[in-house]
C-alpha cells in the first residue's frame, strides 16, 4: 500500500502553483494523496512568510501537526516554501518536530526529501532562490474553469517594506513557449480563464534579451482556442506603456479588471517605499486607463502606517480613494519585517493607530464597492460558473469584476454547469455579491 501524503498550501497564488507542482511529482512518484493530515503518513506545508499574519498561521498548523504527530496519528512534517526559505536550518531547530526543510530553491526535490524523511533522515535543502524557473507538471487544484498560470519568479523592485526579493529572489521570466505550451494543454483540459500571476506581470519578459514582453505574450495566448478570459495580477503603476494599454483594451479576451498595486499616493511616503513614480504620475495613469479602456475595474492594495505616515499623508490617501472611486481595494496595516529598509526608519506609526487607519480606509472603500455593485443591478453580465452554494441554495459564480477569493460573487438561479459562462441578470446585491437569474439562452 503506497504512503499517503497531505499538503497544505498557505499565502498566494504563486505559492498554490509551487504545491500544484508538489502535488504532481509525489504523485507520479506513487505516492497516495490525502485531503487530510489526520491519518496520513507525511504532511507538507507551504507556507508564507510574507508578513506577521501569514508566519503566524503558518507556525499554528505547523503546531497542531505536532499534535497529530505526537498522538501517532500523523508519521512525518516537511515544511516548504517563504517562510521555511526565510528562515532556514534556525526553523528546523525552533521546531523540531519538523522533519525536513525546503527553501525556495528545492521544492521540485519533494520526492527525494519525502523518500528520505520515510527513512527517519532529517533533511534541509535550499537550493538557488535565483535559478531559472523549473518547468515541472502539476495537478490543477482550483477551477472548475480556470487557472493560475505563472509567467515569472521573484521580483526585483526593492520596495522598503518588502521581503519577497530576499526570499523569492530575483525576477525571473519563464520563456514566452513554456508559458504558451502550458497555457495551450490548460485550455485543453477545459480551463477557460487563464489568471496571470507573476510579483510583477509588467516586467514580463525584460530579464530574457530577444524574448517578447507582456504585449506579445497576451497576444499569443489570446490566439489558444478555449480560453476566454485573460486576467492579469499584478501590473505595477510605473511599467504600463501605451502598446500595454491598447492591447488590454483591443483584445475582447483580456478582462477589464486590472490588479495595479499603488500602496500609497503621498509623495513622501511613495519616496519612503522607494516606490517609482509620483502621485500625481498615479493619478494621471488612473484617469488614462479609465479614458482608453472603457468600463475597466481597478483594484489596488495599499499600506497605512508606514513610517512617517502622518494624519496629513493618511487624510490624502483618503482624499484620493473619495476622489478615484476604485472599485476594488486591499489594505495592509504595516508590518515591520525583518531585513528591509523600512523597519530601521524612524518617526514609526504605532501599530494599533495603523491598524485604526487601515480600518477607516476599508469602511470609505466599502460604501465605494457597494456603490459599483449596486450599479450593476438590471445588467446582465458573463458569469463563470464554479459550482454550487448550499447556503443559498443556488449556483454561484464570478462576473469579470471578480477575481477569485478576494472579491464578491455572484449567486444566481440557474442550470449552467460549473465551468462554464452564463449571462446572468443581475436582480440585487447583497453584502459585496450580485444575486441574479440565468438568462434563457443556458450555458455560453
Not at 257 to 282: F, K
Request: proline share 5%.
Amino acid at each position: 500500500m503506497p504512503n499517503t501524503i497531505a499538503l497544505i498550501s498557505l499565502g498566494c497564488p504563486k505559492n498554490l502553483v509551487d504545491s500544484e507542482q508538489m502535488l504532481c511529482l509525489l504523485a507520479e512518484a506513487g505516492y497516495e494523496l490525502s485531503e487530510t493530515a489526520d491519518g496520513a503518513d507525511v504532511a507538507v506545508v507551504n507556507t508564507c512568510g510574507f508578513i506577521d499574519a501569514a508566519k503566524s498561521e503558518a507556525i499554528d498548523i505547523i503546531l497542531e501537526l505536532a499534535e497529530l504527530k505526537n498522538a501517532g496519528r500523523l508519521k512525518k512534517i516537511i515544511v516548504t516554501g517563504c517562510m521555511a526559505q526565510r528562515y532556514g536550518n534556525e526553523f528546523a531547530q525552533e521546531l523540531p518536530e519538523v522533519d525536513a526543510v525546503l527553501g525556495i530553491g528545492s521544492f521540485g526535490e519533494i520526492v527525494q526529501a519525502v523518500e528520505a524523511v520515510l527513512r527517519d533522515e532529517h533533511v534541509c535543502l535550499f537550493g538557488d532562490k535565483n535559478a531559472p524557473l523549473r518547468e515541472l507538471p502539476r495537478i490543477v487544484t482550483t477551477g472548475p474553469g480556470w487557472a493560475y498560470l505563472r509567467i515569472a519568479e521573484g521580483c526585483s523592485n526593492g520596495c522598503a517594506y518588502c521581503v519577497i526579493p530576499s526570499i523569492r529572489g530575483k525576477y525571473r521570466s519563464r520563456p514566452m513557449n513554456a508559458v504558451v505550451s502550458e497555457a495551450k494543454a490548460l485550455a485543453d483540459s477545459g480551463v477557460r480563464e487563464l489568471i496571470l500571476v507573476a510579483q510583477d506581470v509588467t516586467r514580463y519578459g525584460t530579464d530574457l534579451p530577444g524574448q517578447g514582453k507582456l504585449p506579445e505574450l497576451l497576444t499569443e495566448l489570446a490566439a489558444i482556442e478555449g480560453v476566454e478570459w485573460i486576467r492579469l495580477h499584478y501590473l505595477y503603476p510605473d511599467a504600463f506603456t501605451d502598446e500595454l494599454i491598447d492591447k488590454i483594451a483591443s483584445e475582447p479576451k483580456i478582462v477589464k479588471y486590472l490588479d495595479i498595486p499603488l500602496q500609497h499616493i503621498n509623495d513622501d511616503i511613495l519616496r519612503r517605499m522607494r516606490r517609482r513614480g509620483t502621485g500625481q504620475e498615479l493619478r494621471t495613469l488612473i484617469k488614462t486607463l479609465r479614458e482608453r479602456i472603457p468600463g475597466v475595474v481597478l483594484r489596488t492594495s495599499l499600506i497605512t502606517g508606514l513610517p512617517g505616515e502622518g494624519e496629513k499623508e493618511f487624510e490624502e490617501l483618503c482624499e484620493f480613494l473619495q476622489e478615484a472611486r476604485l472599485e476594488r481595494a486591499g489594505v495592509f496595516a504595516y508590518s515591520p519585517e525583518e531585513g528591509t529598509p523600512a523597519a530601521e526608519m524612524p518617526d514609526r506609526c504605532d501599530t494599533e493607530e495603523a491598524e485604526r487607519r487601515a480600518e477607516l480606509i476599508m469602511d470609505l472603500q466599502a460604501r465605494i464597492m457597494d456603490e459599483f455593485c449596486e450599479s450593476r443591478i438590471g445588467q446582465t453580465l458573463k458569469v463563470l460558473c464554479e459550482g454550487y452554494d448550499e447556503e443559498h441554495g443556488c449556483l454561484w459564480g464570478r462576473s469579470e469584476s471578480d477575481s477569485p477569493d478576494i472579491d464578491g460573487r455572484v449567486f444566481f438561479e440557474g442550470s449552467c454547469e460549473p465551468g462554464s459562462f452564463a449571462q446572468v441578470f443581475i436582480e440585487e446585491t447583497e453584502d459585496g455579491d450580485l444575486i441574479g437569474t440565468e438568462q434563457t439562452g443556458g450555458n455560453i
